[in-house]
């Protein structure tokens, strides 16, 4: 399979944004048979959490970038995630 070009990477992230974080969690990992996941969930930045999944037969990285916020009312606190961006960029030998 070749690498994607910048047009197809393009149409992913298009295709992606649209989706929920479940829905496009699972398109992703369904991709490439090589596919791994890097990280999930990890903090980098304040507020922003990132999955990244990296595609090697495809030539890409796609990371997937949440926000999180703490509701709840008295001693129990629950966690929301929100989903907001999809990054979809090419890996350092693609060069398509």
Excluded: C
């Amino acid at each position: 399979m070749a690498y994607l070009n910048a047009q197809e990477r393009l149409a992913l992230l298009d295709e992606l944004k649209n989706m929920n974080f479940n829905g496009a969690k699972g398109k992703v990992r369904g991709l490439d048979p090589k596919g791994r996941l890097a990280y999930y969930r990890n903090a980098q930045e304040v507020g922003r959490w990132m999955t990244r999944y990296e595609l090697p037969t495809l030539g890409t990285r796609v990371t997937l970038v949440e926000s999180h916020r703490e509701v709840g009312k008295d001693s129990k606190v629950k966690s929301e995630f929100q989903f907001d961006e999809v990054i979809v960029e090419p890996t350092p030998d693609n060069r398509t």
